[in-house]
C-alpha cells in the first residue's frame, strides 16, 4: 500500500491550498484517514482526521479554516486550507488506518510568507 500526497507549495499568508492524498495497492477498504504536520524543530502533530462515514476531529489551530474530506471510491482524501497563516508552515503527511495497521505518506511540504 502507498500513499501519495500532492497539492503542498509555497504562498501568501490569506491564501488557499488544497492538499490530496492517494492510496494505491492492495487493501480492502481503509478505516480513518488523516493529516498530520511537522514544523521544523517540533513534533509531528495532527492537523485533522475523518472516519469512514465522514466523521471529523481538527486541531484547534485550524478550526474554521481547515476542511478534510474523503472520497471512500477514489481512496482519496483531502485538506482544503484556506486563510493560510505563516504558523502553518509545515510538512504534511497523510496517514491512512487500514485492518493490518498504518500507513504514512511522503509528506508535501506547505510554505506560508507574511
Known amino acids: 500500500v502507498q500513499l501519495q500526497a500532492s497539492g503542498g507549495g509555497s504562498v501568501q499568508a490569506g491564501e488557499s491550498l488544497r492538499l490530496s492524498c492517494a492510496a494505491t495497492?492492495?487493501?480492502?477498504?481503509?478505516?480513518?484517514m488523516a493529516w498530520y504536520r511537522q514544523a521544523p524543530g517540533k513534533q509531528r502533530e495532527l492537523v485533522a482526521r475523518?472516519?469512514?462515514?465522514?466523521?471529523?476531529v481538527y486541531a484547534d489551530s485550524v478550526k474554521g479554516r481547515f476542511t478534510i474530506s474523503r472520497d471512500n471510491v477514489k481512496d482519496t482524501v483531502y485538506l482544503r486550507m484556506n486563510s493560510l497563516k505563516p504558523e502553518d508552515t509545515a510538512v504534511y503527511y497523510c496517514n491512512a488506518e487500514f485492518n493490518w495497521g498504518q500507513s504514512w505518506g511522503q509528506g508535501t511540504q506547505v510554505t506560508v510568507s507574511s
Open positions: 475523518i472516519t469512514r462515514l465522514g466523521g471529523t
Open positions: 495497492g492492495s487493501f480492502f477498504g481503509i478505516d480513518d
